[in-house]
């Protein structure tokens, strides 16, 4: 895991970043600029028990397109995941929050992953762990906004223009953060490699 001081803000960004892109990068500088994070892990996972994996570069490729591909002082790379045999996000942040107890972490997550929340291992277990925050993608504001996490936590959700305030309050908490949009994604990415 990357260094961090005691009381820093660090928004842990996961996926599988296969491959990554520009529409990563915004994602992670919005978080950052919003949420006025003196870091942002930018964690490449080893998989996802959720998609298909007969596509998945292997993780030293997405390490080193994710290298080539950051260009912002705040952010570290990092493939821990692997070592510590995590297979799901809940298991990576009960590490992570077993090993760095003075850290004010925020899950960082885009609209477009978002919508599918619910159906993440012991998803409800990351909404009273960590507080939220949901950075728009395109097509994603509506379908984000209506997903079953959105409504069942929905009298939790931090007005967007508090978002600095979102790390130092207590779990369950979420905010959807709009800002500029990236069309690109892996899969098409993927798409147009075929």
Not at 6 to 17: D, I, K, Q, T
Not at 121 to 140: E, F, N, T
Request: with cysteine; hydrophobic share 40%; proline share 7%.
């Amino acid at each position: 895991m990357p260094p961090v001081e005691r009381s820093n803000v660090v928004g842990l960004f996961g996926g599988s970043f296969n491959p990554p892109h520009a529409g990563h990068l915004l994602v992670a500088k919005i978080a950052i600029r919003r949420l006025q994070l003196d870091q942002l892990w930018w964690m490449v996972s080893p998989g996802n028990p959720l998609k298909d994996c007969t596509q998945l570069l292997s993780l030293e490729e997405r390490m080193r397109l994710s290298f080539k591909l950051i260009d912002h002082p705040k952010i570290r790379l990092t493939g821990f995941e692997k070592a510590i045999g995590s297979k799901v996000s809940v298991e990576t942040i009960f590490h992570i929050l077993n090993h760095y107890s003075s850290v004010n972490f925020v899950w960082i997550i885009g609209a477009d992953s978002f919508t599918t929340i619910h159906h993440w291992y012991r998803w409800r277990d990351i909404v009273s762990m960590l507080p939220i925050a949901i950075i728009d993608r395109p097509l994603g504001n509506k379908s984000a906004l209506s997903s079953p996490m959105a409504h069942i936590y929905r009298q939790f959700r931090l007005d967007e223009r508090e978002s600095e305030r979102l790390p130092f309050i207590k779990p369950p908490v979420w905010t959807y953060l709009h800002g500029p949009l990236s069309f690109q994604s892996s899969t098409n990415l993927r798409l147009k490699k075929e």
